[in-house]
């Protein structure tokens, strides 16, 4: 079992920047790509970025790609992702997940565990 716990979020103003983390704790955290997607009100959940097992792969969403950086801490099971130049339509719920794989991995039922995520808000 791994159980993750998203932090960090909360209301920025636009061109803000904003810091998640997201927590695991579980022997099974090892060997296992992590990624980050979102789901704003009445939309589908959607893919941020991912980051391999050994943190030398990532992958961006297009809408995030030029303002964010994924990383991840192994020794202290943990993954973050920075967002610069927040723009209201990053408002989401943001969820950490860790993937049934090493390899970086941006479909979303390629991950079996999920935080419960937590609230980005960006106001104009």
């Known amino acids: 079992q791994v159980q993750l716990v998203e932090s960090g979020g909360g209301l920025v103003q636009a061109g803000g920047s904003l810091r998640l983390s997201c927590v695991a704790s579980?022997?099974?955290?090892?060997?296992?790509?992590m990624g980050w997607f979102r789901q704003a009100p009445g939309k589908e959940r959607e893919f941020v970025a991912a980051?391999?097992?050994?943190?030398?792969?990532?992958a961006y969403a297009d809408s995030v790609k030029d303002r964010s950086t994924i990383s991840r801490e192994n020794a202290k099971n943990t993954m973050a992702l920075e967002i610069l130049s927040l723009k209201p339509e990053d408002t989401a719920v943001y969820y950490c997940?860790?993937?049934?794989?090493?390899?970086?991995?941006?479909?979303?039922?390629?991950?079996?565990?999920w935080g419960q995520g937590t609230q980005v808000t960006v106001s104009s």
């Open positions: 579980g022997r099974t955290f090892n060997s296992r790509a």
């Open positions: 980051i391999s097992w050994g943190g030398t792969g990532t």
């Open positions: 997940a860790a993937a049934q794989r090493p390899d970086t991995v941006v479909v979303a039922s390629q991950y079996d565990y």
